[in-house]
């Protein structure tokens, strides 16, 4: 069972940034697509990202698209989230994902990723 553990949240002033990661505990994320998620205060949540399993792939939100960037360390078995430009509408929980099941096949449906990390807290202050 891979279980991933998101790291990098924190309090950034508008316009800043943060770099959120993500790595596995137990099984490695080798072969995976792996995901960026994000849930606001009394919303639901929402997809951010994804990255396919070597890397060579990426979808982005509209709401993110051009400020964030997903990115993986297949050598350091890490997934990161390049954030910028930060604005108060990005502040929630940030959750990285794994489909686990499908192996070096491109993952692009919420349903797929059914490991899910504990979260990251990201507030923007305006």
């Known amino acids: 069972q891979v279980q991933p553990v998101e790291s990098g949240g924190g309090l950034v002033q508008t316009g800043g940034s943060l770099r959120l990661a993500c790595v596995p505990s137990?099984?490695?994320?080798?072969?995976?697509?792996m995901a960026w998620f994000r849930q606001a205060p009394e919303k639901e949540r929402e997809f951010v990202a994804t990255?396919?399993?070597?890397?060579?792939?990426?979808t982005y939100a509209d709401s993110v698209r051009g400020r964030f960037t997903i990115s993986r360390d297949n050598a350091k078995n890490a997934v990161y989230l390049q954030m910028n430009s930060l604005k108060p509408e990005d502040t929630a929980v940030y959750y990285c994902?794994?489909?686990?099941?499908?192996?070096?096949?491109?993952?692009?449906?919420?349903?797929?990723?059914?490991?899910w990390g504990q979260g990251t807290q990201v507030t923007v202050s305006s």
């Open positions: 994902a794994a489909d686990s099941r499908h192996f070096y096949l491109y993952s692009s449906s919420v349903g797929d990723f059914d490991s």
């Open positions: 137990g099984r490695t994320f080798s072969g995976l697509t």
């Open positions: 990255v396919n399993w070597n890397g060579g792939r990426t």
